[in-house]
């Protein structure tokens, strides 16, 4: 194998502490990332399953600095790309760009024309697919093609994205640049499938326990939900902040806010999907520059979100999987520091996560009636938005509309849509089963009587390592360990002004604040 | 409450003859052609993108408890047009709201540009305030390309040093602000986001002032408009703020413009139809607009000066404004085009 640059080890790893240290602040390496590193400057390719939350930028970040020519990072979430590189501009990085779907094409240009003089350039995998910015990018030396969420690749994987296939085929296209595929979470039969399609050569493969030993875990069994009300409130009155309350609708994230700011004077604030992209934006905000406290949001918020300091999670309401939960709880002290995750459930939460899984899928009768109504030419796919905008209005919810799309997609030009019905309809049901064997897994977590940590790494195949101090409510802890006043955070406390004279010359930097 | 008097008072205009939807897409300020011909016809003009951040949901609530406070009631089976009763006509009397409308939503002829304003005004305040702090990176309140573009052009190509034009805007801001009365002022500027001070949203400034979410979204509104009216007519002396201003094209909604121009260049509507890959009907909406908007476009060709009055007779005669029952009048007489039209035409002036 070619080596990339001639360092011994010795060398390189002296010049990537610096780097680290220099660059992004940090002291030490966290495991897992020194062995990918020298794994991706020796130019192997590189497989490498690391946890939300365990620094896996850094093991292209710094390689960036040590090796010749520009790091390409595909990644299919925008709020991700932006994240990135506002983290990038704070180091001090002005050579970190993105082009993606979104962006106005005079921008796209104007990237398009530096693109030699870029460290770091993130790419969505639509563009990547156009042959122009295929073209631009063959005129450069990729130093190293990144592939995030590597898991989109595999048809197993829940977030399976087409365009992902073709990226084995551009990275050659590319004069073949070493590869590094990222994941937080992927079994084994979807590392097999990462490695495969994207035609990953002897890989070295790191991978990382999913679990994070800093965060302690609390299940809490409750008969109501006035009882779960006032558990919260005892719970928020003393608990160190900030935190993050995760609901399963957008009626209780807005109750929540209301009660916890009127009932203890917390500044809180909902989030949700339904809310002016305006408004999500101040909000999220508001949240990373310490002007809230407490969020109480569904699962809409949290994607791409780089807050070291929250210190707590609460689940108002379980989630449907696992997966979905840990990665939740994941944005908890990222900086290493304890953290605390509480999770409140009563019987009838059931309807949550039932409802979210039916939700997803059409019922029987409505996708014979729309099946026929497309026979019948009441109903055409021409129009994919004005097509799903339909099926809504007929009362179809958002995702049962694009599974829909997908059958009626598929379907052999001369046959009739009724024809698809049959195989529609076992496809729900195959998805529905995994959707639920998904489900029963999360609940025997909140009803196991062995540690929770234990569990949930069994369930990953891994063995539990050394038991934290704090681990769990099964292995026995307080908590009044999580006081506030066990810690000496300094909150800081800006008024937020709704008096235009002061605001003003504050935000401009004009003369003295407490001018009138 | 502020927010049951307004959706009493347009009921009232309404008259029943909307469905609860045609008030929602009035306040929303849905770029259609039926919601802005119904502005001018029930004279609801100022209300038109009044709540663009309304939520379907929280709005349908509302109208439910006017209903089961009895203020009004039901006209069709399917429980979406509602009259007020004689109990929601005292409410309404008591709230005296039409006398606490604030004069500034009255100036409705930036509304079709005020969005984008709005948007561009608040990335240009929190770009300048990142420069003026030396914060490098920060998180943008929008990430619209139009927007994004705007205030980049504007950032970069000026003579002015990055102070000088922080200073510029906040100057011009200061004076913008003192001629706004003061309690829209102070709900306006709470909106800006700046170096660790991010902006409140509407929800969280009605909680802080304990006033009605309704009642500062007009608040807002007539600040805004009052603004741009003030910037518009004294463009030399808010250069910076003017910049933000998109050139008033028209009042006419995009698509129509479109129309307008392919008409004016001898097309048909069905030829402008097919030369748009739009449904004829989409191009009739366009139409109305046209005639409530561009009152010197010539429409004779789809509606006689005869019939015109003929409609607007019966219409008076009928003492209504639903385009069914007119037609039923008329029969054969005239096509719903027509009818619309014609109403379009006599309601404004
Ligand atoms: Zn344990």
Known sequence: ?516 | MFSEALLLFLIRQFHGERTVSGIYHLLKGKQSSQSIQDSYLFGVKPFFHLCDDLERQSFQKLIERLHDCGWIQCVNSKQTTFIITEAGKNKLNKSGIEHTIPDGVKITNYVTTEGQFWLKLQLLIQTLSALRYHETAFLPITKQPPVTEAIRRIVLNRSLTRNELAHQLYQELCRLLTHIPRAEADLFAAQFSGYQMIGLTMKQIADESGKDLYECRMLFKSALRRLMADVSNNKSRYPLVASLISPAVSSLSNTAAVTLRLLRSGLSALETANHRNLSLSTIEDHLVEIALKEPTFDLSEYLAEELEQHIVERAHRLNTRRLKTIKNDLRENASYLQIRLALAKNTLR
Not at chain 1, 241 to 255: H, M, N
Not at chain 1, 307 to 328: C, G, S, W
Not at chain 1, 341 to 356: H, I, R, T
Request: hydrophobic share 40%.
């Open chain 1, 1 to 516: 194998m070619e080596k990339m640059i001639d360092l011994d080890e010795e060398d390189w790893l002296r010049q990537a502490k610096t780097i680290l240290k220099k660059k992004f602040g940090y002291r030490q390496f966290r495991t897992g990332q020194q062995k990918i590193i020298q794994d991706v400057l020796n130019g192997r390719d590189v497989f490498a399953m690391m946890p939300t939350g365990s620094g896996k930028s850094l093991c292209y970040q710094i390689p960036g600095y040590m090796l010749n020519g520009t790091v390409l990072i595909v990644s299919p979430l925008l709020s991700l790309m932006e994240d990135q590189i506002k983290a990038l501009r704070s180091a001090g990085e002005m050579h970190a760009r993105a082009l993606n779907g979104m962006m106005h094409a005079r921008e796209r240009v104007r990237v398009l024309r530096h693109l030699r003089d870029l460290r770091f350039l993130y790419i969505s995998p639509e563009m990547l697919c156009r042959s122009d910015i295929r073209e631009a990018l063959a005129k450069i030396k990729i130093s190293l093609f990144v592939v995030d969420e590597a898991h989109c690749v595999s048809q197993w994987g829940h977030e399976f994205r087409p365009d992902y296939l073709h990226l084995a085929r551009i990275r050659e296209q590319l004069g073949h640049p070493a590869c590094l595929a990222v994941t937080a979470t992927a079994d084994e039969r979807v590392r097999e499938d990462i490695i495969r399609s994207l035609g990953l050569h002897k890989a070295a493969q790191t991978i990382m326990s999913v679990d994070r030993a800093n965060i302690a875990l609390v299940v809490r069994e409750v008969s109501s939900d006035d009882e779960k009300m006032e558990r919260l409130c005892t719970l928020l009155r003393s608990t160190r902040l900030p935190g993050i309350v995760y609901c399963a609708s957008r009626d209780w994230t807005e109750k929540l806010a209301q009660l916890v700011h009127c009932k203890l004077g917390i500044r809180a604030a909902f989030y949700h999907g339904g809310m002016e992209a305006l408004d999500r934006r101040k909000i999220q905000n508001q949240f990373l520059d310490n002007q809230l406290d407490l969020l109480c949001c569904t699962n809409a918020f949290g994607m791409g979100i780089n807050k070291p300091d929250i210190r707590l999670v609460v689940h108002f309401h379980f989630p449907a999987t696992m997966n979905a939960y840990l990665q939740e709880i994941g944005r908890v002290s990222r900086d290493g520091q304890q953290g605390l995750a509480v999770l409140y459930y009563s019987p009838q939460d059931n309807q949550y996560p039932e409802g979210f899984i039916n939700s997803n899928f059409p019922e029987e009768s409505f996708l014979r009636h729309i099946y026929y109504e497309l026979d019948n030419g009441v109903l055409t796919i021409k129009n994919k938005d004005q097509f799903l905008n339909d099926l809504q209005e007929r009362g179809s919810s958002e995702t049962a509309a694009r599974f829909i799309y997908e059958r009626v997609r598929e379907k052999p030009v001369h046959q009739s849509f009724q024809s698809i019905f049959k195989r529609s309809r076992s496809i729900i049901e195959q998805r529905r089963s995994v959707l639920l064997r998904d489900l029963l897994v999360m609940k025997n977590y909140l009803a196991a009587t062995e540690c929770r940590r234990t569990y949930y790494l069994n369930i990953y195949h891994e063995s539990p390592g050394k038991k934290p101090v704090y681990c769990c409510d099964r292995c026995g802890i307080s908590l009044a360990d999580f006081d506030q006043a066990n810690f000496d955070d300094t909150v800081i406390h800006r008024e937020q002004l709704m008096n235009w004279k002061e605001r003003l010359p504050y935000i401009f930097k004009e003369g003295d604040r407490s001018m009138q």
